[in-house]
């Protein structure tokens, strides 16, 4: 069975790229769940490598990881308020049948759910989500506007500015690194280096 047929996989990355599409027109808000999904991605193949998986186990995993990566934030271009973001969007996602740790991980980044963050998906996210969107903007500043021009020492620096991308909350990448237990700066250019790779489909 190919992990990219719809028909006998229905949970897919595919899948969920779809349904992001379906429920936000924004290009800003499809490259960040983009940015996410790469970053979270590269979490789970590590907790992959940690956990020792291979074959359908694995691939599997990493397939939950990019699809949480993506739908984190797909309900909020309709529904951008607190009393309705990630709520309305984990319902549907419950109506449609995603697994419960994919849903949870979603409700969890959000701090004011009040749900807790206890699996490694759901810490990771939550690790993940702030920083991928901090990592662009501090690319949007550079001359080429890319991130080969991002450095982790630039990026601390900017960490500081509390002027610089203000939508974005430092203590919430900074709580998320130490609920997954690593090294803030580890994180920083983990992610950094992940987003990197794939610069090309972020237009960075």
Known sequence: MSPEDPAQSPFTRQQAWQLLTQWTQSESLRKHALAVEICLSACGRAEADRLALSGPDRDAFLELYAATGLLHDFDYERHPTPE?????????????????????????????????????????????????????????????????????????????????????????????????????????????????????????
């Not at 991980?105 to 807790?116: D, E, M, T």
Request: charged fraction near 30%.
């Open 84 to 204: 309705e973001h990630p709520f309305v969007g984990v319902r549907e996602l419950e109506r449609l049948g995603w697994p419960e740790p994919l849903r949870t991980a979603i409700l969890g980044h959000a701090q004011y759910s009040g749900v807790p963050r206890e699996t490694h998906l759901a810490k990771a996210l939550f690790a993940c989500d702030e920083l991928a969107g901090f990592l662009t903007a501090c690319a949007l500043v550079k001359p080429g506007k890319s991130l080969a021009e991002v450095e982790l020492p630039s990026v601390r620096k900017k960490m500081k500015d509390k002027a610089f991308a203000r939508g974005v909350n430092r203590e919430d990448v900074i709580q998320g690194a130490a609920e997954l237990g690593v090294d803030l700066d580890t994180h920083i250019d983990f992610c950094l280096q992940a987003m990197k790779k794939r610069a090309g489909e972020l237009g960075l």
